[in-house]
């Protein structure tokens, strides 16, 4: 059966160093004043956690992947595989995400998704960013679920725009629906995250490209609300 939920604040700020995704980003969080959005580095962003977009075999060898594993040395590409080797058998799907302690003060965790399968895979033709972005999202609740406020804030960068060549305001587009699917539903499994994100965008490329398209989930056995 599904449950009503209060959600606890959660301080969200999206960062980047491309001009033109931040831009974007202005643009289609118009309407959400309490996202912070900034013209920088992640490594600047004091939150609890960063998320990474990776390649399903969760290998740091480019992108932004590749500046954190700098920052926070080489065991954090050691335990991120080791997460997605105990909870998915070796292989992150895109629409799924780990979230591992990063062995910092701050951020305490990365949350890596990615948003291809094989590092440099061009996805400007996918709806890969908007299920990277709810699975990190739903990260943040199944972490808060096992240890509740240990994710209070989390700096995410424009998926997809650089190594993934999504356009900007595609990328800021399908953020904001992955963002605001985070405010309207939990869902019990990341393979339902998937499953609803697909049915509904799945005509995506007939809608206006200046306009973000809301997921509208369902509710079933097993998921909350």
């Known amino acids: 059966m599904t449950e009503d939920r209060v959600q606890s604040p959660l301080r969200v700020v999206l960062t980047d160093i491309n001009t033109a995704v931040v831009e974007s980003w202005r643009a289609a969080f118009a309407d959400e004043p309490q996202i912070e959005i900034r013209n920088g580095s992640l490594l600047d962003e004091d939150v609890d956690a960063w ?6 075999r969760g290998r740091m060898d480019g992108g932004v992947d590749a500046i954190v594993k700098r920052y926070l040395g080489a065991g954090i590409q050691l335990r991120v595989q080791k997460a997605i080797r105990d909870e998915f058998a070796g292989t992150l799907p895109v ?3 780990v979230c591992v302690p990063s062995g910092a003060v701050r951020p305490r965790f990365l949350i890596s998704t990615p948003t291809m399968e094989t590092s440099s895979q061009n996805v400007s033709e996918t709806l890969n960013v908007a299920l990277a972005c ?6 943040i609740h199944r972490q808060n679920k096992k240890a509740p406020g240990s994710i209070r804030s989390v700096a995410l ?3 997809g725009a650089r190594t993934g060549r999504v356009p900007a305001r595609v990328c800021a587009n399908l953020m904001w629906t992955g963002y605001t699917l985070f405010h309207d539903h939990t869902f019990a499994d990341y393979d339902d995250l998937r499953a609803t994100i697909e049915a509904q965008l799945d005509d995506i490329e007939n809608a206006p490209v200046d306009k973000p398209v809301r997921i509208e ?3 079933r056995a097993g998921s909350h609300r």
């Open 51 to 56: 998320v990474s977009p990776t390649n399903s």
């Open 95 to 97: 629409g799924s995400a």
């Open 134 to 139: 709810a699975a990190a999202f739903q990260a």
């Open 157 to 159: 960068v424009g998926m």
């Open 217 to 219: 989930p369902h509710r």
